[in-house]
Every structure is written in C-alpha cells, then in structure tokens.
C-alpha cells in the first residue's frame, strides 16, 4: 500500500555531514507535509524537520542553521540534509508524511552516530 524507505545513515564524525533520504511509494496523495523525527537512547521520539505541502519548513531550534529540508514532489522523496553534525545529534533517524484524511506513514528508521 503505502512503504517510506530511507537511506543515508552511517557514522560520521563530530563537524561532519550527512545526507538522509525517504523515498514514498505506493497509492499516496495529496501529501499535507513530509518530516523527519529522531529518537535517542533514553529520550523521547521528537520532531526534526517538517516541510509542508507548500514547501514551508520548519526546525527544532537545536538544529536550526546546521539542517535542511527538502523535497522531490515527482519522486514523493523527502531528503535531510545535515550538516556541523554534533554528537548530540545521535539517534534513530525516522521519515514521515502526512497524507489525504490525516493518515501518518513511517519510515523504518535509520541510525545516525557521531563520535570521534
């Protein structure tokens, strides 16, 4: 029906970069907005990035500057773009979209680590 399939995770450095990917299949439309949520040991699953249907984003302030958003519409993929990575940043990285009727779909989730 409906699969996000992510990519892009791995270890990276402390000031290294990264570069998430989602890509959305199956019968979707009229996406309200697509995200990215992270989730690290201990904490609580919280919101990253959000791009709305009209291209409007959003960001948690602990990633503001450092972080993009971005999207394909034809493709339906949704992409991260991180950058002055921190070990702060690490965590399970998941993509969402938000669909007609306010349906949620989930990535599987992909791990981001920064450490020396």
């Known amino acids: 029906q409906v699969q996000l399939v992510e990519s892009g995770g791995g270890l990276v450095q402390p000031g290294g970069s990264l570069r998430l990917s989602c890509a959305a299949s199956g019968s979707i439309f009229s996406i309200y907005g697509m995200g990215w949520y992270r989730q690290a040991p201990g904490k609580q699953r919280e919101l990253v990035a959000v791009?709305?249907?009209?291209?409007?984003?959003t960001y948690v302030d602990s990633v503001k500057g450092r972080f993009t958003i971005s999207r394909d519409s034809a493709k339906k993929m949704v992409f991260l773009q991180m950058n002055s990575l921190k070990p702060e940043d690490t965590a399970v990285y998941y993509c969402?979209?938000?669909?007609?009727?306010?349906?949620?779909?989930w990535g599987q989730g992909t791990q981001v680590t920064v450490s020396s």
């Open positions: 969402m979209i938000t669909t007609m009727y306010n349906r949620d779909y």
């Open positions: 791009i709305s249907g009209g291209g409007r984003t």
